[in-house]
């Protein structure tokens, strides 16, 4: 049997209502880490179950060892929640994110980890080359979503929806994760490192066979507006009067040209301007414009006071422990066993 490796791995693996499957993808993981080198514990978050998910997993756990831990939600939060639910107590070096419906493979998981590794990156993304879900439904508009992403926001994954992903959990622990941004988990790692460290790789992909699903169509429009919010943290988060300011710019001038074409028309031509809509519109841009400015100043002081009142810093030093980095790692933290 190889060596035990020391770096340790941390599973964590989200869920909601699987009392189907639960049993099953305890054994699968069991399987495929039989001969894992890493000393590793599995975290399983379930988020706020209406069945009987908590009692077979607790049952699950309890005959697999002290190694599997469950951490139980008091309500259903969502996927991001119960994920950073389970970074805040993972502890390990490697962390793997994986989710509960079995449709993505545990024993792409060793080789996952070994490729993180021997490629030198923090993150390494599964891709569904050969996705089995239906099209019209789910792969259709999980490309467009994915297209959109890559465009907005510069990082080349070609799957941000898979689950099953390995980071290294020193920069994984340096962001945050709120509301539904587990979909956009690349973009946020390349807010504090370097997107020629963030990789891919293809994993096998199999039909849910137990269960029901908890995705539909209707989450691609949420895709758009949780874009928009990535789009403002990853690039105006710590000068957020530029995106305010520039398009209140925009709005005075077009107000401006407005306003001034109709009082050439007034004055130059004689002609009247009361009853045109046109003047309204000028009127609404140029309010528009002012508060969109008097939100960016304000937005300005509030970003200032965000960073000089805490201990938080617009900029991350390579190899240097953030102050998120340097509590996890006080006497308090405990490690996986294997």
């Not at 009692?55 to 005959?63: L, P």
């Not at 490309?143 to 799957?159: E, F, M, P, Q, Y």
Request: aromatic residues 8%.
């Amino acid at each position: 049997m190889p060596a035990a490796d020391t770096t340790t791995v941390s599973l964590i693996i989200p869920l909601q209502n699987e009392a189907e499957v639960v049993e099953l993808l305890l054994q699968r993981i069991h399987e495929a880490l039989a001969s894992f080198t890493h000393p590793w514990e599995l975290i399983l978050v379930d988020d706020g179950s209406t069945d009987d998910t908590l009692t077979r997993a607790q049952t699950a756990a309890d005959s697999a060892g002290p190694h599997v831990r469950i951490i139980a939600l008091t309500r259903h939060f969502g996927k991001t929640d119960a994920l950073q639910a389970g970074i805040d107590h993972a502890g390990g070096d490697i962390i793997v994110m994986l989710d509960g419906d079995l449709q993505d493979d545990p024993a792409d998981i060793p080789r996952m980890v070994a490729e993180l590794e021997a490629r030198e990156l923090d993150l390494l993304a599964g891709w569904r080359v050969h996705r089995q879900d239906p099209l019209i439904m789910r792969k259709i508009p999980s490309r467009i979503a994915n297209w959109l992403i890559r465009k907005v926001t510069g990082v080349s994954v070609h799957d941000y929806g898979c689950g099953l992903k390995v980071f290294r959990g020193s920069v994984l622990r340096r962001i945050r994760l709120y509301g539904e941004m587990h979909r956009f988990i690349p973009a946020w790692m390349a807010s504090v490192t370097s997107p020629t460290r963030i990789g891919e790789t293809e994993v096998t992909h199999h039909p849910r066979e137990l269960g029901q699903s908890k995705y539909g169509i209707g989450r691609s429009f949420r895709v758009v507006i949780d874009l928009l919010t990535v789009l403002f943290f990853l690039r105006f988060r710590a000068r957020p009067g530029h995106f305010f300011g520039v398009i209140g710019l925009a709005f005075g001038a077009l107000g401006s040209f407005i306003l001034g074409y109709l009082a050439w028309v007034k004055f130059v031509l004689g002609e009247s301007i009361g009853t045109r809509p046109l003047l309204l519109t000028g009127i609404v841009f140029v309010i528009a414009s002012i508060q969109l400015l008097t939100t960016g100043v304000l937005a300005e002081l509030l970003a200032r006071t965000y960073y000089e009142s805490s201990s938080r810093r617009s900029y991350v030093i390579a190899g240097e422990d953030t102050p998120e980095e340097a509590q996890f790692r006080s006497p308090r933290k405990t490690s996986p066993t294997g």
